[in-house]
Structure formats: C-alpha cells, structure tokens
C-alpha cells in the first residue's frame, strides 16, 4: 500500500508516454544544436588523434598516456572504416545522452513513487551543462551511463554485472572509480547477510575490464598505474587557469536549476520519516521506524527524531555499539557496520545510496583544485534524482495547507525555474574556433614526420602524426628547454600561443624561455603562416630547404 501524502497524477502508461516525448524533444533540440554549433574541444581533438593511432599502428594521430581508452577505440574504428568519426561519434553520443536518461527515469523508477522519476529526467534533460554536451565526443556523458547502469544492476541485486559496468564507466573516465567508495559503503553498512558474497562477486565484475588496464599499462609503460600517475601529476600541476574554490559547484548546480538546492531536503525526510511517500509506502502512516523504536508514528512526528536518536543507542541490546556475546560470534558473518537501525525500510537505504553517490562526488570535484562546468555532469543525475524527491515531498506537504490557486503558482515558479533560469548559463566559451588555417597547414603539407603542436584539434581531418605534444603532459621551463635541444627533429611547426600561454605563475622562466624558443625556430624555419588575433599568436613554421 503506498503513502497517499505523494500521488502520482500520471499512470504508468501515461509516464511511459510523457518520458518518450521528452526524449523526442531532447532528440530534436541536440540535434538542431549539433548542425548549429561550431567548433570542437580541445579533448574531442586528442580522443581523435589518439584513435587514429591506435588503428593506424603508430603512423597517424598522437598519442596521450593520461587518457582513458573507451573514446578513442570507438572513434579510431570509425574512422579506420573510412567513416566521419566525429559525425558519426557526436550522433553516438546523443544516443549515450537519451540512454542515461532513460537510467535516469529508471532510477527513479523503482525508488520513488509519485512523479520523482519524470521530474528528474526532466531535471537532467534540460540542464544547459548536460545538453551544451549532449553532442560532445567526450567522456562525461558516457562514463555517467555506465555509471548509472551499475548502480541500477547493484540495486536489482546484481552485483558482478554493476561490477562489471563500474569498470566500463572507469576506462571511459578514470574518476569515475569514485563510485566504488559510496557502493562499498552502502554495502558494509546495510547487508547483514551475503555482504562477503556481494562485494565478491562486485570486485570480479570489475576485476573483467580493470585487470586488462592493469596488464595493458605494464605491457607499454612497465607500470600497471602509469596513466593513474601521470594524471594525478598533471592535476596538480596543469589547468591553474581552471582553479576556483570549493564554492564553484554551488553556483554551477544553481545555473543547472535553482531547485536542485533541495536535493539535502531528501536526507531530512528518510531521516525523521517525514512521509516517504515515493519510497513504495513506507511512509509515516506505516510507521518507518516503527519495527525498531518504542515510540509510535504520531510520537515520532512531534520528537523529530531527537529522541529517536537516543532510542537507537538502546536498539537491538545495542548491537552498534555494545558487542553482545552473539553479535561477537557473528562477526564473521555479518558486516563490520549495521545502519540496519537508521535506515530499517529497503527503499530508505535506496536512497541513502543516491545520496552517499552525490556526496561523494560532490566532495572529491569540490576538493581538487581544477574545476570546470562539464564536472557537473559526473553528479547531476544523482543530486536531480534527489531534488525531485524533495519536492515531491514537500509538495505533498504543501497541498494540503495551500489552496489550488496557490499550488497553481508553485507550478509557475517551477517552470519557470527548470526551463528559464537555466538558460541564462553561458557553455560556448570552451569551443575551438580559429582552427581553419592551422588545420589546412596539417593537410596540405607532404610532411609526414617532425609535426610539432600545441594544439590536438591541428590533426582533425588528417592523417598525419604528431612527433611532439608542446602542451603535454606539463608546459613549463623544462619542457621548452627540452624541445629546444630537439628542434633539429622538426620539420612542421604548428604554434598557437593561447593554446599554452600563459605560464604557471611558479615557472619564471617559463615566458622568457618560450620567447626564445620561438625565436630560434624563426631562425632555423621559414614562417609561412602568421597572424594575431587579439594577442593570440598563430604560427606554421616549415624546415627550410636545403
């Protein structure tokens, strides 16, 4: 029987329906967007590069060791088929958009009542982070899917299979292993039986697509960690241009929708058993703490908790925190932490695990220095599916002590904060635009060695190799010092100053050395391309002939 404080006003049918309209007018808006917009990443350039040298053995593209490989495999297929890999790679990427909203819808789904499930999808839909990207050859979106799919298989009680789809998430995006911690701990805190046997059966499910990365790192780089490593470097010591405190995503969730700050509201209510109306029926009027306290639902309503929390102390001969005889013997057996007293009801832990996920990514992204917009995709879904629990349960609250026309306002502001604030957010800054000239100098050019870059996006529609990155993995003092002691090796010089300037603040000698190193190249190569636009130095400098 299901709480009557969150009903849902569309029957399954019904949502069936309303979510296969809202996946046809996402279609038709990503795809307008996706013949409108202009321009690339600059990660889209190395997933490309790097998937022509995975199928051309080394003799096109470049190659990044810090980079996951799931993006470039299937973009170097593409295009070793002959096919238009970004074309076709951003149409598959849509596709990767819709199926994560379709988990989305399904998470929701099977955790929530009410219209929870919808609101969240909608939530995610039209968030300007998530629909700028949408269209985007990158790893964001994809890795979210399999991230999603796992947790909806550990839910379904399939731990081997969410396993094995946390470890496609994982070689999509390395940060996606932050799923693991919340996973891990939901599965200590709330399995009394079977919880050796879950987390088993967990790690060979991941164990499947991770142990290849281990052997395939050691086979290159004679270190199973190697790209792990080299990222966490560069972390620390790139993007300083990308530095902002642990407030950014604060503002980033507003600009997503000003009604995602209800997301903690969601904790309140399985806390103090305030309804739970999407939780199947578990609600106050069931009694959700009843099994486990002496207090009764209507006591419960008036202590909020306080007292129930001293309650708790006393549950099950305290079985948290005083170790009977028994619960000593069955410590094999059981897990080392029961929250089975805080949260008794299946659908509350459910919950809890949505909201564990969300902290714990929101956490890790706030604490590292390099932030960025797109880094909200990795959390949306998880804080979406929160936000519209709350408000569901908040607005089964309202309704019953605010009259139609009032609800009819509520329903206002919540349009109007989902569809128009959101659009006020600016996501076309990143893009890469002025790449024509230099892109035209890679193509036209019967060089095929010595092509130095600082720019991924100079290889698109070319076959040729980049010998040296000038960006990577750390532009500074040493790496121009090392490329000047090689310039003899090049013959092709694609230079871009935006691309790699300014120095990091700590490197003095950065700006002078980088002066002189294109000073020199002036002297030993011919410049046959040059222009400045807005400071922006653009430079192809040739071997001269000899």
């Not at 459910?350 to 992204?365: D, K, S, T, V």
Request: net charge positive; hydrophobic share 50%.
């Amino acid at each position: 029987m299901k709480s009557k404080s969150s009903p849902s006003f569309l029957s399954t049918g019904k949502k069936l329906i309303f979510l296969l309209g809202t996946l046809i007018i996402f279609l038709i808006v990503t795809l307008f967007q996706l013949f409108h917009q202009q321009g690339l990443f600059w990660d889209e350039g190395v997933y490309d590069g790097m998937g022509k040298y995975i199928f051309s053995l080394g003799t096109s593209g470049l190659w990044e060791a810090s980079r996951p490989l799931i993006v470039p495999l299937y973009l170097g297929f593409l295009w070793s088929m002959g096919l238009d890999e970004l074309l076709i790679g951003k149409l598959l990427s849509i596709a990767a958009s819709m199926l994560a909203l379709v988990m989305v819808y399904a998470l929701g789904r099977r955790i929530f009542s009410g219209n929870a499930d919808l609101l969240s999808v909608i939530f995610v839909a039209f968030s300007p982070v998530f629909l700028f990207h949408s269209t985007a050859v990158l790893t964001d979106i994809l890795s979210v899917t399999f991230a999603l799919a796992s947790v909806f298989q550990l839910l379904k009680n399939r731990p081997m299979v969410a396993g094995f789809l946390l470890g496609l998430s994982f070689n999509t995006r390395f940060l996606q292993i932050i799923l693991a911690i919340p996973i891990i701990a939901f599965i200590l805190l709330f399995l009394r039986k079977g919880w050796k046997r879950m987390l088993s059966r967990f790690a060979i499910g991941l164990s499947f697509t991770i142990i290849p990365f281990f052997l395939l790192n050691a086979a290159l780089y004679r270190n199973p960690i190697y790209p792990l490593l080299l990222q966490a470097v560069m972390a620390q010591s790139t993007g300083w241009v990308y530095h902002a405190p642990a407030s950014f995503y604060a503002g980033q969730i507003f600009q997503q929708s000003p009604l995602l700050f209800l997301a903690p509201l969601s904790l309140i209510f399985i806390f103090l058993g305030k309804g739970l109306a999407s939780t199947g029926g578990i609600g106050v009027s069931k009694g959700v703490f009843k099994a486990r306290s002496v207090f009764s639902a209507k006591d419960l309503s008036k202590l909020r908790g306080i007292f129930y929390l001293k309650n708790i102390f006393k549950a099950e001969n305290g079985l948290m925190f005083k170790a009977s005889s028994k619960s000593k013997r069955s410590l094999k057996s059981n897990p080392p932490i029961n929250a089975q007293v805080l949260f008794p009801g299946k659908r509350e832990k459910e919950i809890f695990l949505i909201i564990l996920i969300a902290a714990a990514y929101l956490l890790f992204f706030s604490i590292i220095p390099h932030k960025e917009s797109r880094f909200v995709i990795s959390f949306l879904p998880y804080v979406a599916l929160l936000a519209a629990f709350s408000i569901t349960e908040t607005y089964s609250i309202l309704r019953r002590c605010i009259k139609s026309w009032g609800r009819r306002y509520l329903i206002i502001l919540l349009a109007g904060s989902l569809f128009f604030i959101p659009f006020l957010a600016d996501y076309s800054l990143p893009r890469h635009l002025e790449m024509a000239d230099m892109q035209h100098a890679a193509q036209s050019t019967p060089l095929e060695k010595g092509i130095w870059i600082t720019n991924p996006l100079f290889l698109i529609g070319t076959s040729k190799r980049a010998d040296m990155l000038l960006y990577y993995p750390l532009y500074n003092s040493k790496k121009i010092q090392a490329a000047n002691l090689q310039l003899g090796d090049a013959s092709m010089i694609l230079w871009r100053s935006c691309d790699i300037l300014p120095c990091p603040p700590s490197d003095r000698k950065c700006g002078s050395e980088s002066e002189k190193f294109i000073a020199e190249a002036k002297k030993q190569m011919e410049t046959v391309f040059e222009k400045d636009d807005n400071g922006c130095e653009r430079l192809v400098l040739v071997r001269k002939q000899r």
